[in-house]
């Protein structure tokens, strides 16, 4: 079982509360009372950086369609190889929908 560094209890209330959203539409409600709009802006440029950087868009037109940084564009890639393979989890997930 994957434990994250910075567990703690408030975070696992809030990620439990997450998983009980069913619908795009309960999202965009939950998304839009808890996070700035911002936020809900950044989160989403990151996850299609992602997309982007795993069909291997080259960096030049990631930032031209994004227009995210190249050190955001780092930051995710990054993430893709050395982090927790949240991205990937998801991407295998809506994969799998697709199919």
């Excluded at 998304?31 to 440029?45: G, P, S, W, Y």
């Excluded at 080259?58 to 227009?67: A, D, R, S």
């Amino acid at each position: 079982m994957y434990r994250s560094k910075f567990a703690n209890l408030d975070i696992d209330d809030l990620f439990k509360a997450m998983t009980k959203l069913e619908t795009e539409e309960e999202c965009y409600r939950f998304f839009e009372d808890l996070c700035t709009i911002k936020e809900v802006l950044d989160m989403a440029q990151r996850w299609k950086v992602a997309k982007m950087l795993k069909d291997k868009v080259p960096y030049q037109e990631i930032v031209k369609e994004t227009k995210a940084s190249t050190a955001t564009i780092s930051r995710v890639s990054k993430s893709l190889t050395y982090g927790a393979d949240g991205y990937e989890l998801m991407l295998k997930k809506l994969q799998n929908n697709k199919e």
